[in-house]
C-alpha cells in the first residue's frame, strides 16, 4: 500500500541534544512538507519542498533543519536551537506544489523533551 | 499573511446536523480544503473548495463565499465517530494556512 511513514511514533530530547524524524513517502510525489501542531494550535509550517535537493522555509523554520536527497525521504533536524520542540510534529506530500493538490499526511511523531 | 478562524469546540447530538464555519483574510486565495483529525492521528482529506457554491460529498458537505471570506463544513446524520477535530486551510500563492480547527464532540 502507498502512503507516508514517519517514524518514530513518540521521540524524547535532551537539553542540547539534535534530534532528527524521519519521513518516508512511496506515493511518488514531488512536494513533501513538514507541519508542527500544538495543543489547541493549528498546523503551522516548518520547511517545505517542491523537488530533490531543493526546500524552502516555511513560518516557523528557526531551530530546525531539512534535506532533500531522494524524492522518497524528507528528514527533519530539530537542533538545540529549537528552544520549545515538544509538539506533535507531522509530515506531508502532495503530487505537486499545486494550487489543488490535496495533502496526504503520515501518522506524526510526538517529540518531547526529558 | 493569512488569517484563519474557525470555532475552537462545538457539541452536536448523534443524528443531527452541524455546521462548522471559518472565515479567512489572505492576501491570495487558491482554494479552501477541510480536513479531519483524530486525536493523535494524521489529518484526512474531506473537501476542496475554489469556486462559489456548495460541494456535496455524502453525509460532508462544504460550502464556499469569497466575496465574504467564508466557508461552512456542513454534517449530516452524525455518528459518534465523527468526533473529531475539523481543520480549515486556505491556500494562498504555493502554500496551505490551517486554522486552529474546532472540536467537534458528539454525544448520543
Known amino acids: 500500500d502507498g502512503g507516508i511513514t514517519q517514524s518514530p511514533k513518540y521521540l524524547f530530547r535532551k537539553e542540547g541534544q539534535n534530534v532528527t524524524l524521519s519521513c518516508e513517502q512511496n506515493l511518488n510525489h514531488d512536494a513533501m512538507y513538514w507541519y508542527r501542531q500544538d495543543p489547541g494550535q493549528g498546523l503551522r509550517l516548518i520547511y517545505y519542498?517542491?523537488?530533490?535537493?531543493?526546500?524552502q522555509k516555511g513560518d516557523i523554520a528557526e531551530g530546525y533543519s531539512v534535506s532533500r536527497e531522494k524524492k522518497e525521504s524528507f528528514p527533519l533536524t530539530v537542533t538545540s536551537a529549537q528552544k520549545n520542540p515538544t509538539a506533535f510534529y507531522l509530515c506531508?506530500?502532495?503530487?505537486?506544489?499545486?494550487?489543488?493538490?490535496?495533502?496526504?499526511f503520515g501518522s506524526g511523531t510526538q517529540l518531547s523533551v526529558l | 499573511g493569512q488569517n484563519i478562524d474557525q470555532p475552537t469546540e462545538m457539541t452536536a447530538t448523534e443524528g443531527a446536523i452541524v455546521q462548522i464555519n471559518c472565515t479567512y483574510q489572505t492576501s491570495g486565495f487558491n482554494g479552501l480544503f477541510w480536513y479531519q483529525q483524530h486525536a493523535g492521528e494524521a489529518p484526512t482529506f474531506l473537501s476542496y473548495n475554489v469556486l462559489d457554491g456548495l460541494e456535496e460529498k455524502g453525509r460532508f458537505s462544504s460550502f464556499l463565499s469569497r466575496s465574504k471570506g467564508y466557508s461552512y463544513l456542513l454534517l449530516k446524520e452524525l455518528q459518534m465517530k465523527d468526533s473529531a477535530s475539523y481543520l480549515c486551510a486556505v491556500r494562498g500563492y504555493s502554500t496551505l494556512t490551517f486554522g486552529k480547527g474546532t472540536m467537534l464532540l458528539v454525544s448520543p
Open positions: 506531508a506530500s502532495s503530487i505537486y506544489l499545486e494550487t489543488n493538490e490535496k495533502l496526504f
Open positions: 519542498s517542491q523537488i530533490v535537493n531543493d526546500f
